[in-house]
């Protein structure tokens, strides 16, 4: 055959075998793509073939998923802020924009977004920890007061006493005498954004529009019920999973892992 086509044997293996290599690589890319919750683009998708022992190019990777028809979830933004009243409280922001920690649960950022349940609005409320970005507290409900984040706070696991600071907007839930005894309970420090400035909590605002693509825009909550297990399963997944590109593209969990290592 190589004689009538009058190419070399080499070429002929040399095609064989990319071709072989590329079915792997686009079924290693499909495989990662689906079970990511179909979020990751190129960036994280090449992470993800090296630790399989690939190595691929993004444009590559972006050949491949044309051909196969994958779209990631952030190809569409669709995250608008949802403004809430404000309060005019004197308490200062102490974290100051520091949004890279060394020290675990030194800053806990929260905010609120809203979700449909439906047909009726309903809230969730995460607690991050600035160390490594891992949602430490979360909760849902149909109402966006004090009880819903103290819920939030009822979900992390260990001492709460270990929270050095709570930094949020100025959203009244935030502010108010439940939480007040709930911080002063357990000696956590209060921080708050200045008055119409998002970028004062930038993380708690990003990683509301990461879950709004990758999460809530994908489902179709039937009851409270079902939202409460998808987060719950949702959480799970964004800490011990997902990577982030701000951690090294390590997990929540492993930047965690690595951090320990280094102490000891």
């Not at 630790?51 to 044309?66: A, F």
């Amino acid at each position: 055959m190589c004689e009538v086509l009058q190419i070399s044997r080499s070429t002929f293996y040399y095609e064989t075998k990319a071709k072989d290599n590329d079915d792997e690589i686009t079924t290693a890319i499909v495989e990662i793509f689906n079970a990511n919750r179909k979020a990751y683009g190129t960036r994280k998708l090449k992470v993800k073939l090296q630790e399989q022992g690939y190595t691929v190019s993004r444009r590559r990777i972006g050949r491949i998923m044309k051909e196969q028809g994958l779209v990631s979830t952030y190809t569409i933004a669709q995250y608008k802020p949802h403004k809430t009243a404000c309060n005019e409280a004197i308490t200062a922001n102490e974290l100051k924009r520091e949004f890279d920690q060394t020290e675990a649960k030194r800053f806990v950022v929260s905010d609120l977004t809203y979700v449909k349940v439906q047909h009726k609005w309903h809230y969730i409320c995460v607690l991050i920890d600035l160390f490594n970005r891992e949602i430490i507290g979360h909760s849902a409900g149909p109402y966006k007061d004090a009880a819903l984040i103290s819920h939030a706070f009822a979900t992390v696991e260990g001492d709460l006493s270990d929270i050095q600071w709570f930094h949020t907007d100025r959203g009244s839930e935030f502010k108010n005498q439940t939480m007040d005894d709930l911080l002063e309970t357990f000696n956590i420090g209060r921080s708050l954004s200045m008055k119409g400035c998002p970028y004062d909590n930038a993380v708690a605002e990003a990683t509301y529009k990461v879950m709004k693509t990758e999460f809530v825009n994908q489902m179709n909550f039937q009851n409270l019920h079902h939202l409460k297990l998808e987060l719950y399963d949702y959480v799970n997944w964004f800490n011990k999973h997902r990577v982030h590109g701000t951690l090294g593209y390590m997990t929540p969990v492993q930047y965690k892992a690595e951090a320990l290592k280094k102490v000891v």
